[in-house]
């Protein structure tokens, strides 16, 4: 069984910054790349991020030069630092293996970007 949660999430301007944070434990060592995703209101969940178990890293368009993926210094841990945000970047942010793997899903951090 694998535990992810997710922190960080919070109200932000647009053009500010959040850095979300995602906690794994249990059997950790069966996930070999960690991903981002978002959902935002009436819209399905989509990735934003993953990084590979060799720190290769791939983003979406929409966020590529803005948010960075990247692993703690304990290896249980992911990070997204996220930049000049946009309200459009106003979601629900999941951290998940990549592929995504169901049973996985944790609650999620709630992201808005408004002024």
């Known amino acids: 069984q694998v535990q992810l949660v997710e922190s960080g999430g919070g109200l932000v301007q647009p053009g500010g910054s959040l850095r979300l944070s995602c906690a794994a434990s249990g059997s950790i060592f069966s996930i070999n790349n960690m991903g981002w995703y978002r959902q935002a209101p009436g819209k399905q969940r989509e990735l934003v991020a993953w990084i590979a178990s060799g720190d290769r890293t791939y983003y979406v368009d929409s966020v590529k030069g803005r948010f960075t993926i990247s692993r703690g210094n304990a290896k249980n841990t992911v990070s997204l630092q996220m930049n000049s945000l946009k309200p459009e970047d106003t979601a629900v942010y999941y951290c998940?293996?990549?592929?995504?793997?169901?049973?996985?899903w944790g609650q999620g951090t709630q992201v808005t970007v408004s002024s």
């Open positions: 998940n293996a990549f592929p995504a793997v169901r049973s996985y």
